[in-house]
């Protein structure tokens, strides 16, 4: 069976998460004989002398109810955060850069026309694709297609050349 690792930190939040699902939350808290008590049920969970600081009795009768609304918005954030992840990687796969050395190169090998618009235009000679992609390469000033991806400057001398190639076919 595989089994995710979990960090300290997620094994922790997991702890609390099971001790908050099983704790009560019906929980009562009664003034009495100068004590504030904190009761779920009949049981005492908690005994508040009167005269305990204001800020610090404050914090414990209110302990309980921050610490599940605390869960309760916890949840709802990493919901949101899972959500928008899911989101931003669907969004990213769908515009990665195109690849234009590929295109480049699918069109020696595979398109005829562009492979004769080449000829034609540009005096390659078209007996073998070895020949074709060296004319490419060479009308497009770089030593690899590869750098059409790299190269903002070799990028435009082939968007260029594949304009040029479009109007040169639409003629036909």
């Known amino acids: 069976m595989n089994r995710a690792v979990h960090s300290p930190a997620q094994r922790r939040m997991e702890a609390i998460r099971t001790r908050a699902a099983r704790a009560s939350r019906d929980v009562t808290i009664v003034a009495s004989a100068g004590e504030i008590r904190v009761l779920s049920g009949e049981f005492d969970l908690l005994k508040i002398p009167a005269d305990a600081p204001v800020d610090d009795r404050d914090f414990y009768l209110h302990l309980a109810e921050d610490h599940f609304w605390l ?44 492979r004769k618009f080449l000829h034609k235009c540009h005096g390659a000679d078209a007996s073998d694709l070895d020949r074709i992609k060296t004319r490419a390469r060479s009308i497009l000033v770089v030593q690899s297609m590869a750098e059409l991806n790299t190269d903002e400057n070799a990028r435009q001398r082939w968007l260029s050349l594949r304009a040029e190639f479009d109007r040169w076919r639409k003629r036909k």
Request: aromatic share 6%; charged share 25%; glycine share 0%.
């Open 71 to 114: 869960l309760d918005k916890y949840s709802s954030l990493a919901r949101l955060h899972q959500s928008a992840l899911s989101e931003i990687t669907r969004l990213s796969s769908k515009h990665q850069a195109p690849n234009f050395a590929a295109e480049c190169a699918m069109k020696c090998k595979d398109d005829h026309l562009f």
